[in-house]
C-alpha cells in the first residue's frame, strides 16, 4: 500500500501547472507610399503607473530599409542595434530604442513577450506594461507618419495585460501584426505517463476492495 501511495503522489505531481508560453508577433507594413524617405522609427517597452510584474521583450528579424545608425538608448535597453535582436526590460519607467531610418517598400520584425509577467502572472501587480512602435517622416522624430493616432503618433500597441495575456491595438492601415494568444503548452509525455499510472493503480485498488 506504501508503494501504491508514493506512485500515486508522483502520479499527482506531473499535474503541476505548466508555464505558459511566451508571446510572439509578427509585424509588417507597407511603406511604399513613403519610400525613399529619410525619416526615422522608435520602439518602447515601458511599465505601467503602479506595481509591474517583470517582463522582457525583444524585437527581432527586423528587415526593410536602411538604417542610419547611432542610435539613441533609453532605459533597460541592451543588445542590438538593430537589425540584431533588441531586448527592452521594464524595470525602468521608460525604455526607448530610437534611431533614423530611411524607407523602401516595406519593413517587417518579429516580437516576442517573455519574463514572469508573461509565463507566471503573480496574481498580486496591479499595472501591466505596454509595448508601442512608432514611425516618422523626419529623422528628429516629430513628424508622426502612416497612423491615425492623432494623440501618440502610435502605428502600434501591444499591452500585455495582469492575467499574462496581450492585448494588440493598431493605428496604421499599412501595418498588419498577428502572432499566438498565450496558451499553456501541451502536456508532455511524463505527465501522460503520470496520469496513466494513476489510473492503472486506482483501477487496481478499487478491484481489489471489491473482491
Known sequence: MRYVLCVCAMALSSFAPAARADL???VNVDTSSIAGTAGSLDFQFNPGSQVTQAASLDILSFAGGLL???????GDVTSGPLPATLT?????AYNDYFEGFTFAASLSFDIRL?????NAPDATSTSGSTFAFSMFSDDAGTLPTLTTD???GFAA??????????TVSKFSPQLEIGGSANAVPEPGSLMLLGAGALGMLLRFTFARKSR
Request: charged share 10%; no cysteine; aromatic share 10%.
Open 24 to 26: 510572439i508577433y509578427h
Open 68 to 74: 542610419a545608425g547611432g542610435p539613441s538608448l533609453t
Open 88 to 92: 527592452f526590460d521594464n524595470g525602468t
Open 114 to 118: 517573455y519574463g514572469p509577467a508573461v
Open 150 to 152: 492623432a494623440t501618440n
Open 157 to 166: 500597441t501591444v499591452d500585455l495585460n495582469l492575467d499574462g495575456t496581450a
